[in-house]
């Protein structure tokens, strides 16, 4: 059984900056892409970054250059670091990971339950 499990959300003024943590667990051989997503009030679940195993990242548009994407592939862990947050980064953030848990096995695709970010105007 393999868990994502995120940290870090809560109510930010506008302009300021929080970092938020997701952490695998479980039976986890490697770990692939692993994402986070945001989903506000009344729309669809979107992309927020990605990073590979190897590093490489992309950003959506809406959050280049004020957010940062990082991995620690020792620890199973990600983070995302946000500033110049505005009030329509306001949303859930689910972790999302393409985990084998076998060498054997072919990825499958986890997500945390997620964790709420405000941004207060």
């Known amino acids: 059984q393999v868990q994502l499990v995120e940290s870090g959300g809560g109510l930010v003024q506008a302009g300021g900056s929080l970092r938020l943590s997701c952490a695998a667990s479980g039976s986890i051989f490697s770990i692939n892409v692993m994402g986070w997503y945001r989903q506000a009030p009344g729309k669809q679940r979107e992309l927020v970054a990605r990073i590979t195993s190897g590093g490489s990242t992309n950003y959506s548009d809406s959050v280049k250059g004020r957010f940062t994407i990082s991995r620690d592939n020792a620890k199973s862990t990600m983070a995302l670091q946000m500033n110049s947050l505005k009030p329509e980064d306001t949303a859930v953030y689910y972790c999302?990971?393409?985990?084998?848990?076998?060498?054997?096995?072919?990825?499958?695709?986890?997500w945390g339950k997620g964790t709420l970010v405000t941004v207060s105007s």
């Open positions: 999302n990971a393409d985990i084998r848990s076998n060498w054997y096995s072919v990825g499958m695709d986890y």
